[in-house]
């Protein structure tokens, strides 16, 4: 299989706190991947390492065969705008922008001219089944609607990858079962990589496979997801 | 920097923008209503002799006449000698130099002010020739004619052609001027050619019994100064003519203004530089309030691949885009304070020695002033210093806010609750 992502025996301490030990695993590409584990098991700085949003203590991550560790931070900010896009569980949308103009922030900083911005944020607010609240703003939407434009936003640039760390944490069984309709959708028909941290069983059991820790290690690579989304 | 991402966080967070604003407005309209009123008294201070195209008198005192009979110099205008005036010429930084001789003559049956003067002179009471109400002024190398005050013509019922005498020599009136229009410096009654002067006080016996007048000499002088060199002018005239030296400036009147043109203009800057200290204050503290509140969203530009220079970019720009608005409402604001300031008047005092009237006449013991409106104005230069002041306290800010918000860890800030 062709390794979009790679670990390789990475850990993180704060202190002599071991939040992540020793964690090697792989994501193909278009594959699509749930973290799952309790409270404290370090599966939120897992994915905080792996987005480059915080530095490892030891091991490495390849992406695309490239070592991303050994980027500083402003490259790791460029690589992330380029290659993946983030999800979150509290949406963290810019309240003073529209919907339409929070799908287009990560573009902000780049030469790409206002109106084609424009254009592909509202292409992506489209793909999100959100184009008639462009120009809302995050307060005037609900919490299902804010992280469709969370979506939006990490979909914005095209992504190889999308790191979603508890999606549906914030939102009711319905609304979340739509969202994971949503990556699951984007990842079969765009071929994008999806890994989701969750600690919902029913949430992780929509992903291809199934990655579970504990005291920050990996205990299990390879479950099998087998629940199917229609029934979440 | 991003455009639309500066108009929604200004836009869309009008408290914040408000505060921002007023701070520095209220900081710029102190700095720059400030300077207008210490420039405004300043400008007044100027007024009584600019009135005559001077920016400085000089005259010397001497003693007082044995009699009053005939011609005689008050005290207060004793000769200053042709190598005087000739060494006051040559300082470094003087313009221009008229000269002038003042006198009383005192007859049987009258008395009179008389100045003597140089029609073709650009500083000094030459420039009554803008203040003729009928008839014409002095012409250059005219001899035995007079320029009447046009208060004097109506009470002794003078008129053009008409002849007046001075010490017993006739003078035929050419024209009125209306003495008041230029100013309450070296009036007199009688206007008449320097050269006049000068040979009637040279020949006058009360003038000689006391002073050694020659024919070449005059008792006032009028100078014109390069304005940033008007002190030192001031002080090299003084000493030129020595203890008994009466050299009036704008210093001089501005000495006379009172406490509270003296405080604005000890303290103008420094108050007016704490007002902007302070509006930077008010500044950093909103933004940095505002920064701790939005740090997430800093989290976010940095998790969607925003490098730590487009954040600083974004941020300062958001600054000084405030500071800029603050500056323009401050500017405006201290445009309407000094319209108002304007509206105000303020009374400059006249020395006597500067228009001696004998202070046992009708009038002599009053004492003169020049009331004007306060001249206050905003400057461009004052603008621009406050807008120079405002962008660089305001970059210094944007500068250590805008790293400090870079820095932010955005796994910290972006961790849910």
């Known amino acids: ?232 | 920097m991003s455009l639309p991402y500066l108009l929604a966080e200004l836009t869309r967070r009008p408290r914040r923008t408000l505060f921002a604003i007023l701070s520095v407005a209220s900081g710029v309209a102190l700095f720059v209503s400030l300077q207008a009123y210490a420039t405004g008294y300043r400008e007044a201070a100027r007024a009584p002799l600019a009135e005559i195209g001077a920016d400085i008198a000089a005259q010397r005192q001497g003693e007082v006449p044995e009699a009053f009979d005939g011609i005689v110099f008050p005290h207060s205008t004793a000769p200053i000698h042709r190598e005087e005036i000739e060494a006051v010429r040559r300082l470094p930084g003087v313009e221009a130099v008229g000269e002038s001789v003042l006198f009383w003559d005192f007859e049987s049956e009258q008395f009179l002010v008389v100045l003597g003067l140089d029609p073709s002179a650009t500083s000094g009471p030459g420039r009554l020739r803008a203040a003729v109400t009928e008839g014409r002024f002095l012409a250059a190398d005219e001899r035995g004619v007079a320029a009447a005050d046009v208060t004097f013509a109506r009470e002794r019922h003078l008129r053009v052609g008409d002849r007046v005498s001075i010490a017993g020599q006739p003078f035929t009136v050419v024209g009125l001027v209306d003495t008041s229009r230029a100013g309450q410096v070296a009036n007199a009654n009688l206007y008449v050619p320097l050269a006049d002067a000068r040979a009637l006080s040279h020949e006058a016996p009360n003038v000689r019994a006391v002073h050694d007048f020659r024919a070449d000499d005059a008792n006032l002088l009028f100078i014109k100064a390069n304005q940033a060199q008007i002190d030192g002018v001031t002080a090299s005239v003084a000493s030129l003519l020595g203890d008994e030296a009466l050299v009036s400036s704008t210093r001089s009147f501005s000495q006379t203004l009172g406490e509270a043109y003296r405080l604005v203009d000890r303290f103008g800057w420094l108050v007016g530089l704490a007002g902007l200290g302070v509006a930077a204050a008010a500044l950093l503290r909103a933004m940095s309030a505002n920064l701790w509140e939005r740090r997430r969203d800093i989290g976010v530009m940095r998790a969607v691949g925003w490098r730590r220079i487009d954040i600083v970019r974004q941020l300062a720009s958001e600054l000084i885009a405030l500071a800029l608005a603050g500056v323009g409402v401050g500017l405006a604001g201290a445009v309407v304070i000094s319209f108002i300031l304007s509206q105000t008047t303020v009374t400059v005092p006249v020395p006597w020695e500067l228009s001696p009237t004998p202070h046992f006449l009708p009038g002599g013991a009053k004492s003169m002033a020049v009331t004007i409106h306060l001249p206050a104005q905003v400057s461009s230069q004052t603008a621009f210093i406050a807008l120079g002041l405002a962008l660089l306290g305001s970059a210094a800010v944007a500068i250590g806010l805008a790293g400090w918000a870079a820095r932010i860890k955005p796994a910290e800030v972006l961790r849910s609750e």
């Open chain 1, 1 to 232: 299989m062709n390794d979009l992502l790679q670990t390789d025996h990475l850990g993180k301490e704060y202190g002599s706190v071991r939040a992540v030990s020793d964690v090697s695993m792989s994501v193909a590409a278009g594959e699509f991947v749930a973290i799952m584990g309790r409270s404290g098991s370090g599966k939120t700085t897992l994915l905080h390492l792996l987005t480059g949003l915080e530095s490892a203590t030891s091991g490495r991550i390849l992406f695309q065969g490239q070592d991303i560790s050994q980027l500083d931070e402003d490259r790791l900010a460029l690589w992330r705008r380029e290659h993946v896009g983030l999800v979150f569980q509290s949406f963290h949308l810019i309240p003073t922008l529209s919907a339409v103009e929070n799908a287009a922030f990560p573009l902000y900083p780049t030469t790409i001219p206002p109106g084609e911005r424009g254009q592909r944020a509202l292409a992506r607010l489209e793909q999100v089944g959100l184009v008639h609240r462009a120009d809302h703003r995050p307060g005037q939407l609900s919490g299902g609607e804010q992280q469709r434009v969370a979506i939006a936003r990490a979909l914005v640039n095209h992504p190889h990858l999308i790191l979603a760390d508890e999606p549906t944490g914030n939102l009711d069984s319905q609304t979340g079962a739509e969202i994971m309709n949503l990556f699951r959708k984007l990842n079969r028909e765009e071929g994008v990589a999806v890994i989701i941290v969750t600690h919902d069983p029913d949430i992780a059991a929509v992903a291809d496979r199934l990655i579970e820790m504990k005291d920050g290690s990996i205990v299990n690579h390879d479950s099998q997801a087998h629940g199917m989304l229609a029934q979440i």
